[in-house]
């Protein structure tokens, strides 16, 4: 039951309706008896500064979830960054400090690679094709040569966005191989797709006729948790990872930054 003392938790982006978070927070603060609620708010690139504004003045706001295509620019609007959030300038979570001040980090890229490993996918050395140089692509990109991947082709469809993010992500990793390609990702151990093509039923943009059997697919798109590149993928007999592992597989993270606790 939502009262006059329970925590507000967000999450906030542009297109909303697809997200997950709502469901699984609230899931969780009924599970474990939290005083809060978790609600989606839309904002418009335009409109999106103001919208955090409105935010940060909430007294009962704990934090929110930021999606896309916000996550970089709520880098400018935090009054600190921490963490991964500072390597690769993008921000997924924040939190509300009771001074109302706004600190933000970044567990997308955790939440994904611990997806895969959950998974008992071994990345040491693996190829990897990365669609999008986005927030979500930031994100994925850094984390993936983290974790040892041995050679990242990132594809976007403006270039220059991907040839910085290529950049930054050999200098913060040297042993990884980073490059930018155009969009053919045969050869490739693992396709990730980190842009938002996919939230509508019939969008599908790679072509995964040429992938090899052994190729693992994966999107960062939680719903619908089988898009159109998942369901072509596993129409060829490939391997899949579905988008809600990225956010399951960094949950305890994000409640931890924002100091969320049951009740003792």
Known sequence: MITGTTR???????????????MT????????GIDAVSLPFDATPERFS????GLQALENLGGFVVTAPHKQAMVALCDEVVGEARLVGAVNTVRRDPDSRLV??????????????AAGRDLAGKRIFLFGAG????????????????????HNRTTSKADDLARRIQA???????????????????VVNATSVGLHDDDQSIDVG???PSTLVAEVIMKPEKTALLRAAEARGLAIQQGRHMLDCQ???????????APR
Do not use: S, W
């Not at 913060?172 to 693992?190: F, H, L, M, Q, S």
């Open 104 to 117: 933000g980090e970044l567990f997308d890229g955790h939440g994904f690679v611990r997806g895969l490993q």
């Open 8 to 22: 507000l938790y967000g999450i906030i982006g542009h297109p909303i309706g697809h997200v997950r978070v709502p």
């Open 172 to 190: 913060a990793y040297p042993g990884c191989r980073v490059e930018v390609a155009a969009k053919d990702p045969r050869g490739c151990d693992i």
């Open 50 to 53: 103001a919208a955090i504004r």
């Open 210 to 212: 040429g992938l090899a």
């Open 251 to 261: 949950m305890d993270l994000m409640f931890d930054f924002m100091r969320i606790e």
């Open 25 to 32: 927070f609230n899931a969780r603060f009924e599970r474990d």
């Open 135 to 154: 927030g979500a692509g930031h994100a994925v990109g850094f984390a993936l040569a983290r974790a040892g991947v041995g050679a990242l082709t990132i």
